[in-house]
């Protein structure tokens, strides 16, 4: 009976405290959270409101200018054929560049988890330069590397009597090179990604294979592969999301040419929004980007969850 | 005494900050060397500080864009002339009719062209500072090799001497002339030169007009027949080692060939556009203009009179040779003397600037996409007129 009234108090103080802890947090997460907003939560839900107006050139110092348009410029989106086209470049270079990414890095990241390699450390930096080399630069030394008649790559070609093709000139070669340029870049990243998942499987799991007789491709393919599982998911939903957003690869080297045939989704969206001004439906752009992105992420995760 | 001593004070802070600031944005080389007339500006107008905010080219238009948006201005800036019709559209630049009636300065002090990209729905937004005009670059000594001792002078000839160039052998072109990403700059000259225009006087589209058809087709021809390259090569390298001996390009590559292939010297000139009914050029530069938020509006002015003088015009051309806007300067001996800078001051004289509207960036994109799909035989240049058509007639309707 004597302790109700304590239990009482001890309630009333224990509410106290979390409502200066709340306030705390309040205090020490606010500057983020004001930054995230204004930065991020606002501006999103102002392009999902722009691309409802016909946002242009004239209206970007008087706002009162944009005119609500409803869902017109989603209309025009899909009867665009150049959207089509970048929509289809897009496409092409996830489903090319995700599983040479995914096989590349996954060698490299075997290989570097062999006990018998040596200079690791050295290898490591090399596959990881071009992640942290800035792709302007990369670009430019790329469009070098590539080019059809003072290129290293044709050069290095002809040794062994090919004929290298026009890289970039050639619109059935030019999407290709770009993915040849993305994939260098994301493989480094990803091995080492991949490197610290190999480096996180417990030895007994291979030593019980062993002693049971199971050869190196068993032990692979068993063990290796399914505990892995979890950064497999990780980085393949990473790439979805930044291989649909492909931009600054063909800006850099192609413009998006010839005929098209580099022209990504995003160097569309940039085309429309910050070179014609037409804002209102770059936004467009977006929000259906944004619609793909998380319909396919969410597609991922759940494959991975019915394993 | 007291008294006497703080009103002292107020008259010198006043005199201290009653020193009036010229803010000003400028690009590239200009940016680097404006210093040089700022400082002879201010020697003419006492109280006066000029501060040139230099901004490179790469991140001008960002720049610019976002100080519109958030009416962070300086009160004058120099503007790319393909600039002026998207940032005109924003409204941002002070009309200057009212300043043009008590001034020297009047639009027949300079170049058809460049006057062109100054003016836009009947005002005037900018003051030509400089111009730039392309032309033909040639290698003399490899066009005697095909017996040409001269330039090629016409749409025929051109092709001709093109066409003997490329037979010189595998890997010999006869010109280089863009075939990918936005060349509507570089296309147009030769819709000018067959006759051809984007719109009549009451702004119907005309493209598909028989003179742009053929324009279209001439461009092409040169691809089809592989007289000009698609795709690699190095443009100084090739033009080094003659296997592409003419392309055509603005004053900047007089210096820049000088540079960087300076084997070549004496051995390479530049001539007029070739001639179909006519040998019209793109001209293009820089204007002036004055932003219509700026508090300091008769000082710019004062600023563009001062640059406009005929011979801060000739200084300016001395300190970074790129080209006068004042036509007056061209008879002066240091430009008429020279043999490159008077075939450039010849074809400024028929040199047009493509269509001052905001769109013009869109349609030049829609240009080149056509044009593109011409080059690798997608489209017949009769249907690509037709599509360009329809392109243009949709970016317009909107």
């Known amino acids: ?307 | 005494m007291r008294k006497a001593l703080i009103a002292l004070l107020v008259l010198v802070a006043v005199f201290a900050f009653s020193e009036r600031v010229l803010q000003i944005w400028a690009m590239g080389e200009e940016a680097k060397n404006l210093h040089i007339m700022a400082e002879k500006f201010m020697k003419e107008n006492p109280g006066v500080k000029v501060e040139i905010q230099a901004i490179p080219w790469s991140a001008a238009y960002d720049k610019i864009l976002t100080g519109i948006a958030g009416m962070q201005l300086p009160d004058l800036a120099q503007m790319g002339t393909t600039w002026m019709a998207p940032f005109g559209a924003m409204g941002v630049f002070e009309e200057l009719s009212p300043y043009l009636e008590k001034s020297f300065i009047n639009k027949d002090m300079f170049f058809e062209g460049s006057w062109q990209t100054v003016t836009m729905n009947g005002g005037v937004y900018g003051i030509p500072w400089y111009v730039d005009v392309r032309v033909m670059f040639y290698r003399t000594d490899v066009l005697k090799e095909v017996g040409y001792d001269h330039a090629p002078q016409t749409w025929e000839e051109l092709y001709d001497v093109a066409k003997k160039l490329a037979q010189r052998g595998e890997g010999m072109y006869g010109l280089s002339l863009l075939y990918t990403g936005v060349f509507g700059n570089e296309f147009m000259p030769f819709v000018w030169q067959a006759g051809g225009r984007l719109f009549d006087d009451k702004g119907n589209v005309r493209v598909t007009d028989p003179e742009f058809v053929e324009a279209i087709k001439y461009y092409a021809r040169f691809f089809w027949e592989k007289l000009a390259p698609i795709g690699g090569g190095n443009l100084f390298q090739d033009f080094a080692s003659g296997k592409v001996p003419i392309f055509f390009s603005g004053p900047w590559m007089v210096s820049m060939i000088k540079q960087q292939i300076p084997q070549i010297e004496g051995k390479w000139s530049v001539a007029l556009m070739p001639k179909n009914k006519a040998r019209t050029s793109f001209v293009g530069g820089c204007n002036w203009v004055i932003f219509n938020t700026s508090k300091n509006k008769d000082l710019a002015w004062k600023f563009i009179e001062f640059m406009t003088r005929p011979e801060n015009q000739l200084e300016w051309y001395k300190i970074v040779s790129s080209l006068p806007a004042v036509k007056e300067v061209w008879n002066y001996p240091e430009l008429a003397n020279d043999p490159i800078m008077r075939v450039f001051g010849e074809q400024l004289k028929d040199a047009k600037s493509p269509p001052n509207i905001p769109e013009w960036e869109e349609i030049a994109n829609a240009i080149s996409r056509r044009v593109e799909e011409v080059i690798y035989k997608k489209r017949t240049p009769e249907s690509a007129a037709e599509a360009l058509k329809k392109d243009i007639e949709r970016i317009r309707k909107r």
Not at chain 1, 134 to 145: D, P, Q, R, Y
């Open chain 1, 1 to 307: 009976m004597k302790k109700a009234p304590s239990r009482g108090l001890l309630l009333v103080g224990r509410i106290d405290e979390m409502r200066t802890n709340t306030l705390w947090i309040f205090v020490f997460i606010g500057p983020a959270l004001i930054l995230l907003l204004i930065f991020l939560i606002i501006p999103i839900f102002a392009s999902l409101y722009l691309s409802l107006t016909d946002f242009n050139v004239f209206a970007l110092t008087d706002w009162s200018r944009a005119k609500f348009v409803g869902f017109r410029n989603f209309y025009e989106l899909f009867q665009d054929e150049l959207f089509w086209k970048a929509l289809f470049n897009t496409f092409y270079c996830l489903i090319v560049a995700m599983p040479v990414t995914v096989t590349l890095s996954l060698l490299n990241a075997v290989l570097l988890n062999r006990e018998q390699t040596r200079f690791k450390n050295f290898f490591k930096i090399c596959f990881f330069l071009p992640f942290v080399t800035n792709t302007v630069a990369i670009a430019i030394v790329w469009s070098w590397i590539l080019n059809p008649s003072y290129g290293i790559l044709n050069w290095f070609l002809g040794l062994f009597g090919i004929k290298g093709p026009n890289w970039l000139g050639d619109p059935k070669w030019a999407m290709p090179s770009i993915i040849m340029l993305v994939v260098w870049k994301a493989v480094g990243y990803n091995t080492l990604l991949l490197l610290a998942g190999l480096q996180s499987i417990p030895d007994f799991l291979y030593e019980a294979a062993e002693l049971d007789g199971a050869t190196s491709w068993q032990k692979f393919w068993y063990i290796t592969l399914p505990m892995l599982r979890p950064t497999m998911l990780f980085i393949t939903t990473m790439m979805i999301i930044g291989y649909l957003q492909l931009f600054e690869e063909p800006y850099m080297l192609t413009q998006g040419g010839p005929l098209n045939s580099t022209l990504s989704v995003v160097l569309y969206l940039y085309r429309q929004g910050f070179k014609f001004f037409k804002l209102g439906y770059a936004s467009s752009i977006a929000v259906v980007l944004f619609l793909m992105i998380a319909a396919l992420t969410l597609l991922r995760l759940k494959l991975s969850k019915q394993d």
